[in-house]
């Protein structure tokens, strides 16, 4: 397509200055989209100061100018439904109880159509999570059929392991929306190839003509605001970052495997090992129940851009995935940490998905339900640290797959076909 500057709406529930995973991604390819040329319009919900959301000031100064950001204050439609919820047993029974979706579902399609009439754009991208910002999409996809609009779905919807034991009802009412999504949507997103073959599965291969993978990306413009520090000591440092989940994503059997470690290696060569971001105090009592407290440190949450402060003094960067065989879950923080050019731990099931980007590339991949493999591949990166080191430095070229410049290349030349489709069609 000729290079002329080009409008595009976006729909993103969350954006900087909030740091959900989501938005990280988002924003830095939206960096790399505006460098492009792209003139970039983004719906967004409010990022309120007096509450717990998590958010990072110094980290949104990062991409502030990239693009126009359009934050919806959503507090006065849940107040307003709210009131009417109370009086109205009929309300309850017919809606579901998803206030806070709907008010954003409802001002952001107001907006959307505002800016679409407005401006024109040349195509519409919703980023999901959450998913309700594919039903903006709908909604403006119905209002403007002729608008090219890309799904970017990240991970599966319907068929995501976490989300099994919901009831019946909102399994089949998310089922309507997902095939609405795909039916409607001129572009399909995933991040991998595993997420596109299990979503798609359930529909007609025409469908599947428009999905394309486009990995999630690290920014190197971010480098220079660390101290990327070199091993001094003569003991590993192991870090994690970010929030934990308990039976999913918890480090209890990392922590098992760290009291077996203590009878295999010297005092003096045990490693220290950092979480930062959680401030669940149940895995540091387990920590003291288990004696390697002084070790095992646990850090209250903390802000986006200091979190990575830390990883970049690490010896060893820690993954802790979802641990099922095939796992289709591509988890962000995979990129952040091969931005830092240091060995990864992942624990992590084999034939995975992490494990088919980490292991090629030098990083050392096991299982996390079992403590003694756990330990054992510990102990063997503070045996081979140097071999280790080495060989996941001399492949770092490998990298370059992840680097937002080359995923946002993918993500655009979609948008791309997604037009071409709208216009054959037209």
């Known amino acids: 397509m000729e290079s002329v500057t080009r409008r595009l709406l976006v729909v993103s ?23 492009r040329g792209w003139l970039i319009d983004v719906i967004a919900k409010e990022a309120l100061l007096n509450n717990s959301e998590r958010r990072d000031d110094a980290f949104a100064t990062q991409y502030a100018g990239f693009y126009r950001l359009h934050p919806i204050d959503i507090r006065p439609a849940i107040a307003s439904e709210n009131r009417w919820w109370k009086r109205s047993g009929v309300l309850q029974r017919l809606l579901p109880a998803d206030v806070e979706g709907r008010a954003w579902t409802k001002l952001a399609y107001q907006r959307g159509r ?14 999901a999570q959450p998913w309700s910002d594919h039903l903006i999409g709908i909604s403006l996809k119905r209002r ?25 009802g909102v399994l089949n009412r998310w089922r309507t929306q997902e095939r609405e999504t795909i039916r409607r949507a001129d572009g399909v997103l995933f991040v991998n190839q595993r997420t596109a073959q299990l979503v798609m599965s359930k529909y007609s291969a025409d469908w599947g003509q428009r999905v394309d993978v486009v990995p999630h990306g690290f920014d190197p413009d971010l480098l220079p605001l660390f101290q990327n520090c070199e091993a001094t000591s003569s003991r590993l440092k192991f870090v994690y970052t970010g929030s934990m989940f308990e039976g999913l994503r918890d480090p209890l059997m990392l922590l098992e495997a760290l009291a077996i470690l203590k009878q295999m290696i010297e005092p003096e060569l045990m490693p220290t090992f950092d ?32 979190a990575l402060q830390i990883a970049s003094e690490a010896d060893v960067l820690i993954v802790i995935d979802t641990n099922a065989a095939g796992s289709v879950f591509f988890p962000s923080k995979v990129v952040d940490y091969l931005m830092f050019g240091k060995p990864i731990l992942a624990l992590t099931a084999h034939g995975g ?7 090629p590339l030098g990083h050392v991949c096991v299982d996390g339900t079992d403590s003694a493999l756990i330990a054992a591949a510990i102990a063997k990166m503070v045996k081979d640290r140097s071999e280790i080191a080495a060989t996941v430095k001399s492949r770092r070229g ?21 037009i071409e489709r709208r216009q054959s069609v037209a």
């Open 398 to 418: 490998l990298t370059d797959d992840y680097h937002i410049s080359n995923t946002t290349r993918l993500l655009e030349a979609a948008i791309f076909r997604a």
């Open 144 to 168: 403007f059929p002729s608008l090219p609009w890309v799904a970017h779905f990240s991970d599966p919807w319907v068929d995501s392991p976490y989300v099994q034991d919901e009831d019946r």
């Open 13 to 35: 529930w969350a954006m900087p200055p909030l740091v959900y995973p989501r938005a990280i991604q988002v924003s830095r390819t939206l960096k790399e989209l505006s460098r």
């Open 114 to 127: 505002a800016l679409i009439d407005a401006n024109m754009p040349q195509a519409l991208v919703t980023f």
């Open 353 to 359: 998905q992490t494990a088919d980007i980490l292991a």
């Open 275 to 306: 979480f930062v971001g959680s401030g669940d105090a149940r895995y540091s009592i387990r920590a003291k129940e288990l004696g390697i407290d002084t070790i095992a440190r646990f850090g209250e949450p903390t802000p986006y851009l200091k």
